[in-house]
């Protein structure tokens, strides 16, 4: 690879003389003089150190496909050739949403060809987390970290710096994120150098130099990027309750705790002779499943109503109209990412081919890949709430709570003035065991006065108490709430459907073991069973909630107006529980994508032996 390229050095943060080069003070010199003593010549600059050992973090994220990576290779290249003198080592890391294993590479006399083989062949695809910028475990600090990004962080903020050296940071495609890369060299001591092309031998000089030690304290070096406001952690403006408000609100939640302490009878076995099961259709695609639906998938039977629970990574066969699928499905295993990546080529900017292709890597046991190919959903969609919102959804599927938090903070941002925004975070933050944080963040979706009709407030106001026995057991003691609305309401069984759009209104109907259906014209059933209030406007939660069950199987279906047929797949998040708020509970967890249709479409089931 020939050619040079020009580097715009925006941040130079090393000295260029030494000590060692001056000479005496003239003062002292001309005192020597007169007193007959030659001058002794002045010692010969020592030579600049060189670095003998480098790690490079190579950021393989989608966003930097289209990247030209040449003028990235040429300097690697030159600024070997520059340290041809010395043996270097070369730690290479690529990163996207983590960091691979590191990859020793050892550099004599200039030769870099297996450094830049390895290079040329990375692959570009998913999203990127700068948190994989971390010293390498076990390995010595080196003389300096070489980072090539466009600073793109599909996943959170930056972190904190932990890196022990200076840190230089080039970039052949600086972006909006380019003061995050610069603050980042800046706070280590470093430089940033954004590529362009021409002549690049100013900046290979400079690399082919050993920087000085890092600005003291370490402390100081080591504290965190002061982000951009709108990246700062999402929080809600706490607001007090209007006093009407707060009362309405006290009012609703009292006559819950009391149809809660209500003892229903029902003879076990007894029938709705009324009750006629309506006509109900299959999803398009139900994603994870019940290992045992795996055989009958394989058989070509798709299962009507599958729901996985949490530890659950597998996925049934998605709707097989798509191309890519029966690509997929047609390969050898080997030929998977080859496959994968050349019908990216064609349907890449759709993100749902992102979410098909991560359920097929899944379903293989190909986790890593997997969650590779969802990664570029946060890159592709970062504006996108919906499809945000459904990444976010598959990432605690596949057991990523930090990487779904780090989402749901993006869409706490774009979406501030919606508590459905607010309340996925504080069910985040409270499954990482945060529960200060989770608590704070429900109370405010039950306090404030949202610009949305109310609705969401039982849903977070169960949710809220359900925390508090192990948010108590951690230290937490502060209450932010009335204590008229502190009351935990236990369930043989809860079932809690939301929506990723806000554009299709859906209903939840769920029908238990007599026969007896539930929905919005008939909100309580003869066993106790009850529907929370009716959520307009395409969110949800819609919820269903039983104290005491009857044993049996519970249908959960959901409906559509008829203004929705024809608007194309939504997808919904299904929630079922037994045992909620109690010790032994059990969650079953599974994202479904539909068409809306003009019957009920079953969307889970739950069986219970209560």
């Given amino acids: 690879m020939t050619g040079a390229v020009p580097a715009l050095l925006v941040t130079l943060c090393m000295s260029s003389a030494s000590p060692a080069e001056e000479g005496p003070p003239p003062a002292a010199a001309n005192a020597d003089n007169v007193a007959g003593h030659p001058v002794p010549a002045a010692p010969a600059p020592r030579p600049a150190a060189k670095p003998t050992r480098l790690t490079i973090f190579w ?178 403006p706490p607001e007090p309750p209007d006093d009407e408000r707060l009362e309405r609100l006290v009012a609703r939640w009292q006559d819950l705790v009391e149809w809660w302490s209500t003892s229903f009878k029902y003879p076990q076995g007894a029938k709705l002779r009324d009750a006629v099961p309506k006509k109900r259709v299959t999803p398009v695609a139900t994603e994870p499943r019940q290992p045992e639906s795996e055989s009958r998938a394989a058989a070509g039977e798709t299962p009507a109503a599958a729901v996985a629970t949490e530890s659950d990574d597998g996925v049934p066969p998605w709707g097989k109209d798509a191309p890519y699928p029966r690509a997929l499905e047609g390969a050898a295993k080997g030929d998977w990412l080859s496959v994968y990546l050349a019908e990216k080529q064609l349907y890449g900017a759709v993100p749902l081919f992102y979410f098909d292709c991560a359920d097929f890597f899944y379903r293989k046991k190909q986790n890593d890949l997997g969650l590779q190919v969802l990664g570029n959903v946060a890159e592709l969609a970062a504006g996108d709430v919906r499809r945000l919102r459904v990444l976010a959804w598959r990432l605690q599927q596949v057991k990523e709570p930090e990487l779904a938090t780090a989402v749901f903070e993006a869409i706490s941002r774009l979406r501030p003035d919606e508590p459905q925004s607010w309340r996925d975070l504080a069910l985040a933050a409270f499954s990482q065991r945060q529960y200060a944080q989770a608590l704070a963040l429900l109370s405010q979706v039950v306090l404030r006065p949202w610009p949305r009709p109310e609705g969401i407030e039982l849903t977070a106001l169960i949710e809220l108490n359900a925390m508090l026995p192990r948010a108590r057991a951690a230290g937490v003691s502060k209450l932010p709430l009335d204590l008229r609305l502190i009351k935990l309401l236990d369930f043989d069984v809860r079932v809690v459907v939301s929506s990723e759009s806000d554009r299709l209104d859906f209903d939840l109907v769920v029908t238990e073991p007599s026969g007896e259906r539930a929905d919005h014209a008939h909100p309580r059933t003869s066993i106790g069973g009850r529907l929370l209030e009716d959520i307009v406007g395409g969110y949800g939660p819609e919820e269903y909630v039983l104290r005491r069950a009857l044993p049996g199987t519970y249908t959960v279906e959901v409906g559509f107006p008829d203004e929705a047929q024809g608007r194309g797949p939504v997808t919904l998040r299904v929630d079922l529980f037994t045992n909620y708020g109690r010790f032994d509970e059990k969650r079953q967890s599974s994202t479904v994508r539909l068409s809306p249709a003009t019957a009920l479409v079953t969307i889970g089931t739950l069986t219970t032996n209560h």
């Fill in 59 to 236: 950021d393989a994220s989608g966003s930097r496909a289209s990247t030209d990576h040449a003028p990235e290779l040429a300097l690697v290249r030159d600024v070997l050739v520059r340290l041809a003198d010395v043996r270097v080592t070369v730690d290479l890391v690529v990163f996207r949403h983590r960091a691979a294993p590191a990859r020793r590479f050892v550099v004599d006399h200039g030769d870099a060809t297996l450094l830049l083989d390895a290079l040329s062949g990375v692959v570009y695809d998913g999203g990127t987390n700068l948190e994989a910028l971390s010293p390498l475990t076990g390995a010595r600090v080196p003389d300096y970290y070489w980072v090539f990004s466009d600073g793109r962080s599909s996943f959170g903020t930056p972190p904190p710096l932990r890196l022990r050296a200076p840190v230089m940071v080039t970039t052949a495609d600086p972006g909006p994120e380019a003061s995050l890369l610069s603050q980042l060299a800046l706070e280590s001591g470093g430089l940033y150098a954004a590529l362009t092309a021409g002549a690049n031998d100013e900046l290979a000089a400079t690399l082919a130099l050993r920087p000085p030690a890092p600005p003291k304290p370490a402390a100081a070096r080591q504290a965190p990027m002061t982000a951009p406001a709108p990246d700062a952690a999402p929080e809600p």
